[in-house]
């Protein structure tokens, strides 16, 4: 029965269309992300700063979940964290929550 699930499961995703990719910091396409995030003031909720060398891997919208957000970035660091946008206009983005965990 588990295994029936886990295949309908999977057969799902690709109609979802989940785009997980790994992207690098400097990528034209999450240049109006950073610039979301400069809009915000991300200390002052206890965010620390972003690794521009750590894995970074893209997120295309949620259609699972009534497209709570356009675009996600997940960021493995000394920190791990989920950073979410909404798209508000051409091309542009703003900052609607961010995660942060660190284990140590």
């Known amino acids: 029965m588990k295994i029936m699930i886990v295949i309908f499961i999977l057969s799902l995703l690709p109609s979802c269309e989940l785009t997980l990719r790994k992207v690098k ?9 950073w610039t979301a995030l ?7 909720s206890g965010f620390t700063p972003i690794d521009k060398n750590a894995d970074i891997i893209l997120e295309g919208e949620s259609v699972l979940f009534d497209n709570l957000y356009d675009m996600m970035l997940h960021n493995y660091g000394a ?3 989920t950073v979410a946008f909404k798209k508000i206009g051409d091309g542009k983005f703003v900052w609607i929550g961010e995660q ?3 284990e140590g």
């Open 25 to 33: 910091y400097d990528y034209i396409e999450v240049k109006p992300l």
């Open 100 to 102: 942060e965990i660190f």
């Open 38 to 44: 400069a809009n915000v003031n991300r200390d002052t």
């Open 79 to 81: 920190t791990f964290r």
